[in-house]
């Protein structure tokens, strides 16, 4: 026999409410700011490598870069933008050093 209160349920076998939306995948979208910030930083470390004087002006930038990271971090509350700023800290040193040794 066939309770009423099966009828009314509306949560399949499998557990999944069918009113509900899935909410997106927050790793995915953490992601995509993490290669977000990378993508900034090869557009204005690529011609950072054509100009006389361009680690320093990399140097200069990277820095704008990783503070706002963290600052975005700090008022989103979100370690991804942590991630990029440190990310983007890392591999924005090892291109200053490589620009700034290209010139000796």
Not at 53 to 67: K, N, P, R
Request: aromatic content about 10%.
């Amino acid at each position: 026999m066939i309770e009423d209160n099966d009828l009314n349920d509306t949560t399949q076998p499998g557990g999944f409410n069918t009113n509900e939306t899935p909410e997106p995948n927050k790793q995915s979208e953490g992601m995509k700011i993490v290669g977000y910030n990378i993508l900034a930083l090869a557009v204005y470390s690529i011609p950072c490598l054509t100009v006389s004087g361009g680690a320093l002006i990399e140097a200069f930038l990277l820095f704008i870069h990783v503070v706002v990271c963290i600052c975005a971090a700090l008022g989103k509350r979100s370690w991804f933008w942590l991630l990029a700023g440190l990310l983007v800290l890392i591999i924005g040193f090892s291109t200053c050093v490589t620009v700034g040794f290209k010139g000796l």
